[in-house]
């Protein structure tokens, strides 16, 4: 059984004045991943950004801050002055689980959805000797994330330009020369399922605790 998990651009701009936003975007995004340079997510999102700039007329940054299991860099993009220049790119589960397993430097609730960009297949296995035999009883805790405040005029910029980037056939193209599928789903659509998604987990948990890594 697979499941997808990869990255999600989440993007969670603000900014302190509306009438800034017919300038948008003025001056480099920054797009923090949480990886290591090198790595599948970090690679994605490098990918990604060309077709991304292309769209919004302006150039994006890719920064890597990993540590804590991505915690790090979302924290960094939750705490980001609302000004419109940081975005954040997360896997899935570490969006949905870190707020739940411990007490976290950011919420859920602290980021807005830009879409999901892309998955990829991972294979759960679990004991023989265990109470679960299908997803639909484990509950799929998978998927994407981004600061709150962001203008409803610059985040439908944003959402536009990613889903015309992930529309792409050369960025499609592109990915599957990293063994990643394009997968888009809209920001509202994507946030809702996250939340959703959340839930689902925090119950799993309170009935069967999975370890901390």
Known sequence: MTVTRRALLGATLAT???AQSARFPDRPIELVVGFAPGGGTDVNMRSFARFFEARLGGSVVVVNRPG????????SVARTRPDRSTLGAATLPTLVTIP??????????????????????????????????????AGPCRS?????????????????AAEEAAKDEAFARALEQQFTEVRFIPGAEWFAQLGAMQDRCRALRAKTPWRER
Do not use: C, H, W
């Open 16 to 18: 302190p004045a509306l």
């Open 68 to 75: 804590a299991g991505t915690e790090v860099a979302m924290a």
């Open 100 to 137: 739940i397993e411990r007490q976290a430097q950011f919420k859920l609730e602290a980021f807005v959805g830009i879409g999901q960009i892309a998955s990829d297949p991972n294979a759960f296995s679990v004991s023989a000797a265990g109470p679960y035999t299908s997803m639909a009883q």
């Open 144 to 160: 994407r994330f981004a600061p709150a405040g962001t203008p409803p005029e610059i985040l439908a910029r944003l959402r536009q």
